[in-house]
């Protein structure tokens, strides 16, 4: 029988104390929930942060360390608190006769077709192994553009590479609330169907540790769940949690929010070309009758329905989709470079600038300005 695959992404504010030291009670608990899942039979991915905030609490002494900028000190603390990171895991999935291996990854690894291929390859392999892969961005090399979003958005492109049936993204909260969750006044939301928008109801702050929040959460949770994987934001230092949102026997019910999957998934391909919006290498602004076609669905981008082109861009690269009102619609693998895209604009009887099989539309209408 093929085991179920989830992704558990665990966030620096479950995994740290108030004063940014590692919580190893936590981190044993949440290692023993994940051992008692993979004798249930679900195949597990990790998505772990924490590195910085354990490395920060390793060298709280260090003399020098307030005078750092800010890329030094996340490169020094991440380099330091990430050996530190693994090795806790490496010893705690030991003690269940459990094999763990490090993922660490950049953008780069996600960016082009071949190096995500070859991303997916490397878990595949530890999975069919039975090792469990511990991922978390490589911040020694990630820094400014070249940084994901957050480790939420990392859990996202983990969970649609590998064909999850589950994420399940672990916060310091129960999850989405109708206001701010220290209002006894708000109420948990705990379920999003395919379609709804409940952003408005997101405080737009940040986590303490961590460099996202829940507006970046609730983002990544609709964009996958639009991809067919159901999507879980629960609170990680509840005891049990894991237990119960995989409904072992006898687990408890715990509060959360499911954002309940699409009823159909999309291609492996368009999964790939959906997380790629931070990678676009160009973008092809097309007019109102163009976008109504993309966004009624199925529509491949002909030439005509292009009026600008910009950015520099080789045939094969990303490039975003965007109305005449300048907000992203689409991503999709364009199938010229940038010259040619900008002779054939606004000609009829041309071939497919991006073919439909290659182009994503943002079905949850969660369009980002590009302006």
Known sequence: MQQERIVVKIGSNVLTRRDGSLDI????????????????????????????????GELRDLPDAARLDQVSARQLFSAVGQAKLINRYYELFREHGIHCGQVLATKENFARRSHYLNQQHCIEAMLAHGVIPIVNENDTVSVTELMFTDN????????????????????????????????PESRLIARVEPGQDPTSFIAASKSTLGRGGMSSKCRI????????????????????????????????????????????????????????????????????????????????????????????????DIVTVNAPDGKVIAWGRVAVDSQTASGLAGRAGQKALIHADYLYVDETNNFRDNS
């Open 25 to 56: 009670t936590r981190l044993s608990a949440l290692v023993d929930q994940l051992a008692e899942l993979r004798r249930h039979g679900f195949s597990i991915m990790l998505v772990s942060s924490g590195a910085v905030a354990s490395g920060r």
């Open 221 to 316: 949770a609709r964009r996958v769940a639009a991809e067919g994987t159901e999507v879980i934001i629960a609170n990680g230092k509840r005891e049990g949690i894991l237990q119960s949102l995989c409904r072992l026997p006898d687990a408890p019910d715990a509060p959360h929010t499911l954002f309940v999957p699409a009823p159909e998934a999309a291609s492996s391909l368009k999964k790939w070309i959906a997380h790629s919006d931070s990678f676009a290498k160009g973008s092809l602004g097309v007019n109102s009758g163009a976008a109504d076609a993309l966004l009624r669905g199925g529509a491949s981008l002909l030439p005509v329905g292009v009026a600008t082109v910009s950015g520099d861009f080789d045939a094969g």
């Open 152 to 183: 939420d958005e990392l859990s996202g492109l983990i969970a649609t590479m590998t064909g999850a049936s589950k994420l399940i993204i672990l916060s310091n909260i129960d999850g989405l609330y109708t206001g701010d969750p220290a209002d």
